[in-house]
């Protein structure tokens, strides 16, 4: 996604007022910050959106829409609170596609490999914490074409064909348009090979199914070989396959989400291996270099999230603004499987989620701003914005959450 910004596309100047008040030691105030903040994101709910539900400015932006879901999925089950569960599965039933794995018609033309990534994300969060399935659709087997573990898989299973497909350059790698006609097509960036890494790795964690785990250390390998992830674990945003070049060069821009993408997939691997010290480094050293990059604005402000190379500039578009739902989401959810860097991880939640409750001083406390570090609402707000900002603070959460399911019985591709 990362597509050039809509710049303050969806910019809110609302009236400002009394920030929101959480304690982030105190269940009942972060799931009442939490709360607030769900309803600032859901005044983009659009029941008529073709682009997943939810108000969007432009088609392509429909990966958004499935990160939204995603984020009021943790918020559903973190808070039992049901307000927006109907809403939820409404959404994705209407969004896993004619073949059960999220390629809907409606995205023809628009839909990407990290795009698809997002919406199964929803699935495989579903699936670890049992979560209300969807009407089913009978299989004839006496299982349902679209259960929770259906929809993941099948969206592995075609991640995997396009791997395969792709092969021909760099010895591997998902691109990130898997249509011929646009132009990212030949690129191989790390937000669709982290999201690949993840799901698989999710999988293996889930299945105890050997094979998912093969596919996620390759995916990781081959990640390490073609630099995104570099020696000392920062996360570059893609590389070129196209005019020779054959993955020989990465970029330099580091975003969230990549890094975030591959931490969690490592967290997971972790979980699976029954605690690999191999997977723990690597969890640590993802750990690390996101939070080298990614918190501390200001001298002021250590341990406050931000996203590094847009937000200081005030320049972060559409999909930008998003992008620290993502690390917030993932840090949570890595400090559950591996208690190493729990306290590490909290510590880097609670002032982050403190700072952004003091920017959500906008509309009664439900609209928040982009920048933690103000101490209030710095005017600018949209729906990544408001996700980010509720996945920072329900994360605080993510620690009495269900422990995460895992099959009955080991699964087979």
Known sequence: MNRLPVVLAGVIFALCGAALEIHVDNEDSIKAAASEVAKGLYVYHDASSTVGDFKQPQPWFWWLSGNGWNGLLDYTVYTNDTTYQADLLTALAENIGPNNDFVPPEQAGWEANDDQMYWVYNALTALEYNFTALPCKPSGSGGCLNSWLALSTNAFNLFAHRWNLDS??????????????????????????????????????????????????????????????????????????????????????????????????????????????????RVKGLLAAATSTFFGPTAEAQGVMFERK?????????????????????????????????????????????????????????????????????????????LSALEVVQSLLVLGAPELAVASSPDSI
């Open 168 to 281: 021909g350059t760099c010895n591997g790698g998902l691109k990130w348009q898997y249509d011929r006609s646009k132009s990212g097509y030949y690129y191989k960036n790390a937000v669709t090979n982290g999201g690949f890494f993840q799901t698989a790795a999710r999988l293996a964690r889930y299945t105890n199914n050997q094979t998912y785990a093969e596919w996620a250390t390759k995916i990781w390998d081959w990640s390490v070989g073609v630099r995104l992830v570099s020696a000392e674990y920062h996360v570059y945003d893609g590389t070129w396959d196209d005019q020779g070049r054959n993955c020989s060069g990465v970029s330099g821009d580091e975003w969230s989400y990549n890094v975030a993408s591959y931490l969690h997939g490592a967290a997971q691997m972790f979980a699976f291996t029954n605690g690999s010290a191999l997977w723990e480094e």
């Open 310 to 386: 847009c937000e200081l500039a005030g320049t972060c578009g559409t999909d930008q603004t998003s992008f620290k739902s993502s690390l917030s989401r993932w840090l949570g959810k890595t400090a559950v499987l591996v208690p190493s860097v729990r306290e590490t991880i909290l510590d880097l939640l609670k002032t982050s989620a403190k700072g952004a409750a003091a920017a959500c001083s906008g509309n009664g406390g439900s609209t928040c701003g982009m920048k933690w570090y103000t101490g209030g609402f710095d005017g600018q707000s949209d729906f990544g914005v408001e």
